[in-house]
């Protein structure tokens, strides 16, 4: 597989527009690790933000 010329030209145009090194970027990815569905909403945080709403014991 190869880079297409447009992608990494706009790759570059959009890291050096935001001052940054778009190596750094490409660098990060190297080292990143692929998330499912449900690691990225956080289920056990979205639970944990549930209110109380009755006066039911537990």
């Known amino acids: 597989m190869?880079?297409?010329?447009?992608?990494?030209?706009?790759?570059i145009d959009k890291y050096q527009n935001l001052g940054q090194n778009?190596?750094?970027h490409l660098e990060g990815l190297l080292h990143?690790?692929?998330i499912d569905y449900w690691d990225y909403i956080q289920t056990?945080?979205?639970l944990n933000l549930q209110v109380q709403r009755t006066t039911l014991p537990r």
């Open 2 to 11: 190869s880079l297409d010329k447009n992608t990494t030209d706009q790759l």
């Open 22 to 24: 778009v190596n750094t």
């Open 32 to 34: 990143s690790k692929p």
């Open 44 to 46: 056990d945080a979205l």
